[in-house]
């Protein structure tokens, strides 16, 4: 495994996100997936390893440099929560991460004058995916489940910038985080939601589209059904006290960004990726393997 000096000198080395390449291993090597992975996008392809999609996600990961994106610092955090609402919070019944965006919230003008571009802004949001799959929750099997609030959002506000953040964000996660999502709910949609739905479907695996779950006011029965009112907002239906963007998981990331723009090293280093399996961790919080 190679080391890395980390930020904030002498703290010693750290493991860097991916394993040293042996030398008859090619440059892909040292990118590969997890075996569950590949399972997945094997079943996606009908049945065989669809090599050009596993190169595919080998070359962004490598190109993107993703698998150093979390050390990297987030200065513009505190932006980027004002104006684009969102947090993990708790676990749904089946131990799933639950992740809410709240849409009506999203103002791409006040993110652009605060210094956020779409760039950036979609740089975020694969960062904060990959914090779920390599701190949050570690098992390779894990998968997220979702809620978008679509209540106060109206038509023109899923125009323009909006739509491109929207669209990329989807086509992310289908391309290269393949058979993540358990359930995703659409909570508070007005009537002309089927034209926003027109617009992001296509970006969306045939998979993923069976899990959405498109509801207008009356959500709440059908929520419920995977998460347990306790685990959410009043303003979900639940009876959680805490409110969004404070529960454990959430201020886990937050911590872990506050130690990067400090610059100090932070309590949970994700250190490998592939992530490890289920076997090699005693809970989904366990710290990183010290170096051998």
């Known amino acids: 495994m190679e080391t890395s000096q980390r930020r904030g000198g002498g703290m010693g080395e750290c493991i860097r996100f991916w394993p040293a390449a042996e ?10 997936l997890p075996r569950l992975a590949l399972l997945r996008l094997a079943l996606l392809c009908g049945a065989w390893i669809c090599s050009s999609r596993r190169r595919l996600t080998w070359t962004w990961r490598k190109e993107q440099q993703i698998n150093g994106i979390l050390e990297e610092p987030q200065e513009n955090i505190k932006v980027i929560k004002e104006h684009y609402p969102h947090a993990f919070h708790r676990r749904a019944r089946g131990g799933q991460l639950v992740y809410i965006e709240r849409l009506g919230g999203v103002d791409i003008r006040a993110l652009k004058a605060g210094g956020v571009e779409l760039d950036a802004l979609l740089r975020y949001y694969t960062k904060l995916t990959e914090f779920a799959w390599r701190v949050l929750d570690t098992r390779e099997e894990a998968k997220l489940c979702s809620i978008l609030d679509m209540r106060g959002v109206g038509l023109s506000d899923i125009t323009g910038d909006v739509k491109t953040f929207l669209t990329s964000a989807a086509s992310i996660v289908s391309s290269h985080y393949v058979e993540r999502s358990y359930k995703i709910y659409v909570i508070g949609v007005p009537r002309w939601f089927t034209i926003v739905w027109a617009i992001v479907k296509p970006f969306l695996h045939e998979n993923t589209r069976k899990k959405v779950n498109i509801l207008g006011a009356s959500f709440q029965e059908a929520l419920h059904e995977h998460v347990d009112p306790a685990n959410l907002p009043p303003d979900f239906g639940g009876t959680d006290t805490v409110e969004l963007g404070k529960a454990p998981e ?3 990331f937050l911590s872990h960004i506050e130690a990067l723009n400090k610059e100090v090293p932070t309590e949970r280093v994700p250190v490998e990726w592939p992530p490890r399996g289920p076997l090699d961790v005693e809970d989904t919080l ?3 393997r010290e170096n051998e």
């Not at 030398?23 to 590969?32: L, N, T, V």
């Open 23 to 32: 030398p008859d291993q090619s440059a892909h090597d040292r990118f590969a």
């Open 250 to 252: 959430e201020q886990l």
């Open 286 to 288: 366990a710290p990183a």
